[in-house]
T-cell receptor
Framework: AQSVTQLGSHVSVSEGALVLLRCNYS??????LFWYVQYPNQGLQLLLK??????LVKGINDFEAEFKKSETSFHLTKPSAHMSDAAEYFC???????????????FGQGTELSVKP | IAGITQAPTSQILAAGRRMTLRCTQD?????MYWYRQDLGLGLRLIHY???????GKGEVPDGYSVSRANTDDFPLTLASAVPSQTSVYFC????????????????FGAGSRLTVL
């Protein structure tokens, strides 16, 4: 069964600093990997996804993530943090396509990102 | 506006009562899911449905039931609510039949906050 571990339940950065949110996964087959963001009192929105194409995936709002098979990692980065990036971020894994192939998305515990002025 | 509608937004419920959380999507997605979100635990899958007429158990199915009579609706029922079911519940859907940018990703509703006393 697949699983996800997000290192650090809370990360704090200064505005303009690099954002690095860590995610390690476990999967017996090549995984599908996702990052979602949740702003306060809202549902989750997709940031980016990896589906076995390019290992460096670019998402919305200048976020990107790199799939590293040897490290079983899918860390999320952004070169320069904005105040509006403050939110909770979730890494998720599936071992197959969602829906009729039976894929189910398994989420990590989440990392809360704070951005200081 | 296309998307997922969840109701109620918030509910306080006495232990032992029956409760149904409603979820409707208008995107004609084939797959639908119910997650619960708890602090420090991220999102955990309760039940899912890959297509109308079929359902399956997720990570934490005990105490919950679902039905999928048609493509659009996926209600979640708590037959006899207990305080440990206090949580925020998210419904999500996925289109697994296409290859657009929206395929193979989860679209989330805004959530239903349930408090069981």
């Amino acid at each position: 069964a697949q699983s996800v571990t997000q290192l650090g339940s809370h990360v704090s950065v200064s505005e303009g600093a690099l954002v690095l949110l860590r995610c390690n996964y476990s999967s017996s087959v090549p995984p599908y990997l996702f990052w979602y963001v949740q702003y306060p009192n809202q549902g989750l929105q997709l940031l980016l996804k990896y589906t076995s194409a390019a290992t460096l995936v670019k998402g919305i709002n200048d976020f990107e993530a790199e799939f590293k098979k040897s490290e079983t990692s899918f860390h999320l980065t952004k070169p320069s943090a904005h105040m509006s990036d403050a939110a909770e971020y979730f890494c998720a894994v599936s071992d197959r396509r969602l829906g009729n192939q039976g894929g189910k998305l398994i989420f990590g515990q989440g990392t809360e990102l704070s951005v200081k002025p | 506006i296309a998307g997922i509608t969840q109701a109620p937004t918030s509910q306080i419920l006495a232990a032992g009562r029956r409760m149904t959380l409603r979820c409707t999507q208008d995107m004609r997605h084939n797959a639908m899911y119910w997650y619960r979100q708890d602090l420090g635990l991220g999102l955990r899958l309760i039940h899912y449905s890959n297509t109308a007429g079929t359902t399956g158990k997720g990570e934490v199915p005990d105490g919950y039931s679902v039905s999928r009579a048609n493509t659009d609706d996926f209600p979640l029922t708590l037959a006899s609510a207990v305080p440990s079911q206090t949580s925020v519940y998210f419904c999500a859907s996925s289109d697994s039949t296409g290859f657009s940018s929206g395929a193979n990703v989860l679209t989330f509703g805004a959530g239903s906050r349930l408090t069981v006393l």
